[in-house]
């Protein structure tokens, strides 16, 4: 099932796990599922090969990368979709250093 970026949600910083949040859908003929990922600024910092400090910084590398981090997280979904009935609300997946991204 193809899971495209949430153009209505902009991403954001998470706090708790120091990293961007973006939100992606599926549109599969039902209702639209809805995901959070989160980016942490490890992982950002481990593709792009610089250091991420802040905000402002992962921001920019995020949008340079966003490509590649919306496949890197579909893939993950798809790979583990059937366990997503058992979140309650909002989903959320984490994309770490040392995933395939």
């Known amino acids: ?3 495209i970026s949430d153009s209505e949600n902009k991403p954001a910083f998470h706090d708790t796990l120091r990293g961007v949040s973006f939100h ?3 549109k599969n003929g039902e209702a ?6 989160v980016v942490t600024f490890e ?6 090969g610089s250091e991420i400090t802040d905000l402002p910084a992962a921001l920019e590398c995020f ?6 981090l ?7 979904l798809n790979r583990i979709r059937a366990n ?6 909002i989903p959320t997946f984490v994309l770490m ?4 991204i």
Do not use: C, D, Y
């Not at 639209?32 to 990922?37: E, L």
């Open 63 to 68: 949008e340079k990368l966003r490509e590649r």
């Open 70 to 76: 919306e496949a890197a997280a579909n893939t993950k």
């Open 97 to 100: 250093t040392g995933e395939p």
């Open 32 to 37: 639209p599922q809805h995901i959070r990922v």
């Open 43 to 48: 992982a950002l910092a481990a593709v792009s």
């Open 1 to 3: 099932m193809p899971w």
């Open 84 to 89: 997503i009935e058992a979140f309650e609300g």
């Open 24 to 26: 992606m859908v599926s």
